[in-house]
T-cell receptor, first 113, second 117 residues
Framework: DTGVSQDPRHKITKRGQNVTFRCDPI?????LYWYRQTLGQGPEFLTY????????KSRLLSDRFSAERPKGSFSTLEIQRTEQGDSAMYLC???????????FGSGTRLTVV | AQKVTQAQTEISVVEKEDVTLDCVYE???????LFWYKQPPSGELVFLIR??????QNEISGRYSWNFQKSTSSFNFTITASQVVDSAVYFC??????????????FGTGTLLAVQP
């Protein structure tokens, strides 16, 4: 395991459908972060976990968004009732709690049509 | 509040030219980290450098160099003798420490660098 893996790489969905993304962090990293990046912008923080505990959520994370990290390993991000405004790249990153070094995955590009 | 500003939206240079990407940050914290990431068209964020707030030494890595100046809250990035492969979006980011825990990264809006052959 040499990096952060995200699945799928691309997702096209119809408005109103639910989607779920998966992130597998570097195995020894206990912190996991989700970011959203829209076209022409920098990544924006959504939420992060330390082990299985979700410690912070951004105001960007509406009620339609939920993230889990049940066993402190992989994480899922679900978006319910998708809207066109949810179209973005969703990036996952991981780090060790005591080391300020963040490794990013390749992202999942969501297109809502 | 914390903020990162990258005022240059796009820069176009010809190969072999030197180019400097500007980054200005805002934070009230005395302990923080600054980062630069490269995002090629494929989308992944590639780590370039991390600098903590107590180390103002400039750094050079091959064709890349970074100038950190706390007095002006700037962390600028220079590519010497640019190459076509340097074409990408470059992001500056800030990570602050509060409540005893280091938190998320705050990104600037990025600078699109186009290096023409």
């Amino acid at each position: 395991d040499t990096g952060v893996s995200q699945d799928p790489r691309h997702k096209i969905t119809k408005r109103g459908q639910n989607v779920t993304f998966r992130c597998d962090p570097i195995s020894e990293h206990n912190r996991l972060y989700w970011y959203r990046q829209t076209l022409g912008q920098g990544p924006e923080f959504l939420t992060y976990f330390q082990n299985e505990a979700q410690l912070e959520k951004s105001r960007l994370l509406s009620d339609r968004f939920s993230a889990e990290r049940p066993k402190g390993s992989f994480s899922t991000l679900e978006i319910q009732r998708t809207e066109q405004g949810d179209s973005a790249m969703y990036l996952c990153a991981s780090s060790q709690a005591t080391i300020r070094f963040y490794t990013f995955g390749s992202g999942t590009r969501l297109t809502v049509v | 509040a914390q903020k990162v500003t990258q005022a240059q939206t796009e820069i176009s240079v010809v190969e072999k030219e030197d180019v400097t990407l500007d980054c200005v940050y805002e934070t009230r914290d005395t302990t923080y980290y600054l980062f630069w990431y490269k995002q090629p068209p494929s989308g992944e964020l590639v780590f370039l450098i991390r600098r903590n707030s107590f180390d103002e030494q400039n750094e050079i890595s091959g064709r890349y160099s970074w100038n950190f100046q706390k007095s002006t809250s700037s962390f600028n990035f220079t590519i010497t003798a640019s190459q076509v492969v340097d074409s990408a979006v470059y992001f500056c980011a800030l990570s602050v420490k509060y409540g005893g825990a280091t938190n998320n990264l705050i990104f600037g809006t990025g600078t699109l660098l186009a290096v023409q052959p």
